[in-house]
């Protein structure tokens, strides 16, 4: 069954002007303008709209717009048309300055004053930070002590900062009230790509538009469940950020909580911003922070050697650029989490994620109990399929259901079988770069699909016992595994001493 295009009712964004703080770097080009572009695509472009580009380089207003239109067909996720990438880029402007520099927010200030009056923008201003965090804080307070970002006359001003949101709990605590000195919590945009994908969205709706899972979602139906955020991707170039950072900081306390809180949090009283992020926050609130002892029992880390992907082959992560010859810093994580709420206490959260596995799987695995008796005296309860419910993210995306089935023939003999929903079977997505809905979502003022303060802290809150008990056994404890396989074999041990296993990574 096919052709079920997604129809949408949403209105154009609001006029305003998008403020890019970073703009001469990959995001912007890559991911933000396609973004954009396929906004327009949409009709969700507002008509009054105009981009201003800051960075340190030196450039005009002219340069920037000619390599963003060169830019543009390169990454977009369509064929262009001239008339949208108009749209898009009609009213670019360059403002070239650092960002700890006053004078750099009064050139922008300038900018927006005639931008305002000529565009029309009736004063909405987006900032989008696009910079190494250590400019997140200059930033922020500059927007907020000139005035830039102060709110008035019904016009609204809104920032996004992109990730890393600190380093642990403390800086992660120390930005935000920074931040909070000079803007209210509903300007502060905290962007995790995660929630710009479809298939992440929708497991609120799978969960709370049917009302077939919620009676069994809880410890007296699931056993556990696996998170999966497998990567094939070596570190690439991005060796000097990957080293200062490791596995865990780069992909647990944002993508892999986020995943976490979707799936295990409590109906929200109201599919609203605020009851979304209070019910996730909620939820890691309740995640139990590990004492030291327990947090290296419960937790895997290790380190890629050279080895084998899709046939080629792939150096060692100390062998990278940029990555220190005796570095302990991890590319892949297993945890063990447990909550401690009505719903599930008692059943284990098995999470792991890393680069140069075997294959790119991005899933949330959801194990059914056993069937409480052995029935089929030839087939004994160990050997029955394993009631699998799989939110497969990507690169499929699907959900499936695993199940026991009878085998034909004249004795009871029993198969494991599978249900399988593709949306490419009944949905026509369109192309786009994971962006489009979290951008439009802020220049609405929706803030469902954003961390808020709470939520941040709290993830951090969790992973602080391991980034302490790892910094201090160092070394001590780093496993490694081949580059192109399915992780270390400590990370098997981790779930099997309990009588289960990982799902496949292929
Ligand atoms: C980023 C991480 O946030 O997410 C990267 O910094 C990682 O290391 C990426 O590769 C994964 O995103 P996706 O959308 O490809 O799963």
């Known amino acids: 069954m096919t052709g079920r295009t997604a129809t949408t009712t949403a209105r154009p964004a609001d006029p305003c002007c998008l403020v890019i703080f970073g703009a001469s770097g990959d995001l912007t080009h890559r991911l933000l303008v396609p973004a954009l572009y396929n906004l327009g695509v949409a009709g969700l472009l507002p008509d009054a709209f105009a981009l201003i580009g800051v960075a340190r380089s030196e450039s005009s207003s002219e340069a920037f717009r000619a390599d963003l239109e060169k830019s543009l067909p390169k990454f977009a996720t369509r064929q262009i048309d001239p008339a949208i ?16 520099d006053p004078r750099t927010y ?29 400019a997140f804080v200059p930033i922020g307070c500059h927007l907020g002590q000139s005035g830039l970002a102060r709110q008035d006359n019904g016009a609204w001003r809104r920032i996004i900062i992109e990730k890393p949101f ?31 994908k479809e298939t992440v969205q929708n497991i609120l709706v799978l969960r709370f538009g049917n009302g077939l899972f919620e009676p069994i979602w809880n410890r007296d139906h699931i056993d556990h ?101 005796d570095s302990t810093s991890e590319t892949y994580v297993a945890l063990k989490l447990m909550i401690d709420n009505w719903r599930w206490a008692g059943v284990p959260f098995y999470l792991r994620t890393g680069k140069a596995l ?48 009878k085998i034909p023939g004249p004795s009871i003999a029993i198969g494991g079988v599978g249900m399988m929903f593709k949306y490419e079977d009944y949905f026509d997505a369109a192309p786009s770069t994971g962006y489009e809905t979290l951008i439009y979502d802020c220049m609405i003022g929706d ?16 992973v602080q016992p391991f980034i302490d008990a790892w910094r ?16 270390p074999a400590e990370a098997d041990w981790l779930i099997t001493a309990e009588g289960r296993r990982w799902r496949p990574i292929a």
């Not at 990438?85 to 700890?100: H, I, M, R, T, W």
């Not at 919590?185 to 710009?196: P, T, V």
């Not at 290296?296 to 062998?319: C, K, M, P, T």
């Not at 201090?472 to 992780?487: D, H, K, P």
């Open 106 to 134: 009064e050139k922008i200030g300038r900018e927006l004053s005639r931008i305002e009056r000529e565009q029309k923008t009736q004063g909405n201003r987006l900032f989008y930070l696009a910079t190494p965090p250590n």
């Open 358 to 405: 075997r294959a790119k799987l991005t899933e949330v695995a959801i194990k059914f109990k056993q069937a409480p008796i052995a029935m089929f005296r030839d087939t004994p309860i160990d050997r029955l399929a394993e009631n699998f419910l799989v939110l497969g993210i990507q690169p499929k995306e699907c959900i499936g259901l695993n199940f026991n089935a």
């Open 225 to 325: 469940v696996q998170i999966t955020v497998a990567e094939a991707l070596t570190i690439g170039r991005r060796g000097r950020y990957y080293d200062a950072t490791g596995a865990l900081r780069d992909m647990v306390p944002n993508h892999l909580f986020q995943l976490l809180s979707l799936v295990a949090m409590e109906p929200p009283a109201r599919f609203a911003a605020d009851a979304v992020r209070a019910g996730k926050a909620e939820l890691l609130d309740a995640v139990q922070v590990q004492a030291r002892d327990e947090a290296l029992r419960n937790s895997v880390r290790a380190q890629y050697g050279d080895g084998f992907i899709e046939n080629h082959a792939v150096e060692a992560y100390r062998q990278t650029m940029d990555v220190k010859r």
């Open 447 to 462: 803030a469902i699909l954003y961390p808020r303060a709470d939520g941040i802290e709290a993830g951090w809150r969790v």
């Open 166 to 196: 600190g380093t642990d709990l403390a800086s992660a605590q120390a930005l935000n009230q920074k931040l909070l000195s000079v803007l209210k919590e509903d300007q502060i945009f905290r962007i995790d790509h995660y929630l710009g």
């Open 85 to 100: 990438a108009k749209k898009v880029l009609g009213n670019v402007v360059y403002v070239q300055g650092e960002s700890d």
């Open 472 to 487: 201090e056994v160092g070394a001590q404890g780093l496993a490694t595994y081949r580059a192109g396989s399915e992780g």
